[in-house]
């Protein structure tokens, strides 16, 4: 099956339907998302309907999950409460609805996606090293795993009597003897110094993986945010990715 994996949407409208444009190309069976489709960015409710309406696996974010009250904005930096107490007047009952249905997990055959790590989900663990890598292997029953979270691109292979290894999102064909944990970066702030959309495309018959950055309208998106008095490093990071 040909699917796309996008995460990390952070509402950032202009981003999304540029990478939804990008994905018509690729004839895909199915598109899923990872989570945090809100926060940061100013078009949250429209960012919702529009994975609402394409999307096929819906997973909550922690961006989700603060919005839904069951974590703490007050873990977050100064800029990101400031940006998540504004999105949360921004959104209605039908909004919150949609992100009520969204799931924690999803197992397909013999692949898993998640938002964060596969070691306890709904904490929100990174996995941006090999420690952390190890851990989620542990804790992953499947040969493949796409996750989001950290906005990095990264690709991390499973080692016999070592620790993973980490390389940067790049395409690639998976050898069916191995595992995976696949990072498909952010469509709606990249933090790899890369400021275009990531996302992945893979076909799960054939083992290839797909990475895609998409060009997309930023100063758009940077200019609603400025009408808004958003947090100017939120604004200023989208030029830079980071």
């Not at 529009?50 to 904005?73: P, Q, T």
């Not at 993973?164 to 069916?176: T, W, Y």
Request: glycine share 6%.
């Amino acid at each position: 099956m040909r699917i796309a994996v996008i995460s990390d949407i952070h509402g950032n409208l202009e981003a999304l339907t540029a990478v939804f444009r990008d994905i018509e190309s690729h004839q895909v069976e199915a598109i899923h998302c990872l989570g945090d489709v809100i926060g940061y960015g100013c078009d949250p409710r429209a960012c919702l309907h529009l994975v609402e309406e394409n999307c096929d696996i819906k997973l909550v974010g922690n961006h989700e999950y603060m919005l839904m009250g069951k974590s703490s904005v007050e873990q977050c930096n100064p800029s990101a409460q400031e940006s998540f107490k504004w999105t949360q007047l921004e959104l209605n009952d039908y909004d919150m609805a949609l992100i009520e249905k969204y799931e924690i997990q999803r197992a397909r055959d013999d692949v898993f996606f998640v938002h964060a790590s596969t070691y306890k989900p709904e904490e929100w663990h990174y996995i941006v090293n090999r420690e952390q890598a190890g851990r989620a292997f542990n804790h992953l029953d499947q040969s493949v795993c796409f996750f989001g979270h950290s906005h990095l691109p990264t690709i991390f292979l499973e080692m016999p009597d070592e620790l993973p290894r980490i390389k940067i999102g790049h395409d690639f064909l998976m050898d069916a003897d191995q595992r995976y944990l696949i990072n498909v970066g952010s469509v709606g702030q990249p933090r790899d110094n890369d400021p275009r959309a990531s996302y992945v495309v893979a076909d799960t018959d054939t083992g290839d993986v797909y990475f895609n950055r998409v060009e997309y309208d930023v100063k758009t998106t940077q200019d609603k945010m400025v009408r808004a008095r958003l947090p100017k490093v939120l604004i200023e990071r989208l030029s830079v990715g980071r």
